[in-house]
T-cell receptor
């Protein structure tokens, strides 16, 4: 099973709302990632969790707040977003994240976020 | 810094013909190279990877890629294209010799839209 699930599939929120995106995998992967993808562009890395600890924060605004409650679950909490934050948010996981690992990342289907 | 170039925004090929999607890379050390495919409104799907060994790598759905160190290329190929292969294809690179967090970051190319014409 190489499935990463994401909920919800679509989300529309106002600029004053608070919402959360959820990602789950049951492959025993210990690295999990959040990416942002604009239409017809490559994914942009936002956060990396390794063994449930935040390893990378790619200078993402504080209105995005990641959380990794356990090794299978990854959340992205959203607050006071801007219309330019509208995008496809992708979650991914891989077996490990250390430098020599060749393990590929497996992506979820994404959450299509629209900020109004 | 590591980088990936996909020189073609779009590739059109007739069904049944061979297809090639081009990718060149730049890293300081030995690269880890990946191809992903993205269908409309979907996440990225892993196709294949090159880490070491045989320069010809076989992957999912009949795709293969050839690693060429002298040309720093990793082109994706398929002998006979299907209409269902129409999608957006991303090449990505990792440089495991980079220090710290940079060693496991994937750098993606801008993507190539493949259209297979019936």
């Amino acid at each position: 099973d190489t499935e990463v699930t994401q909920t919800p599939k679509h989300l529309v929120m106002g600029m004053t709302n608070k919402k959360s995106l959820k990602c789950e995998q049951h492959m025993g992967h210990r690295a999990m990632y959040w990416y942002k993808q604009k239409a017809k562009k490559p994914p942009e890395l936002m956060f990396v969790y390794s063994y449930e600890k935040l390893s990378i924060n790619e200078s993402v605004p504080s209105r995005f707040s990641p959380e990794c409650p356990n090794s299978s679950l990854l959340n992205l909490h959203l607050h006071a977003l801007q219309p330019e934050d509208s995008a496809l948010y992708l979650c991914a996981s891989s077996r490990q994240v250390d430098g020599v690992s060749s393990y590929e990342q497996y992506f979820g289907p994404g959450t299509r976020l629209t900020v109004t | 810094a590591q980088s990936v170039a996909q020189p073609e925004d779009q590739v059109n090929v007739a069904e049944g013909n061979p297809l090639t999607v081009k990718c060149t890379y730049s890293v300081s050390g030995n690269p880890y190279l990946f191809w992903y495919v993205q269908y409309p409104n979907r996440g990225l799907q892993f196709l294949l990877k090159y880490i070491t060994g045989d320069n010809l790598v076989k992957g999912s759905y009949g795709f293969e890629a050839e690693f060429n160190k002298s040309q720093t290329s990793f082109h994706l190929k398929k002998p006979s294209a299907l209409v269902s292969d129409s999608a957006l294809y991303f090449c990505a690179v990792r440089d495991p010799q980079r220090s710290g967090a940079g060693s496991y970051q994937l750098t993606f190319g801008k993507g190539t839209k493949l259209s297979v014409i019936p």
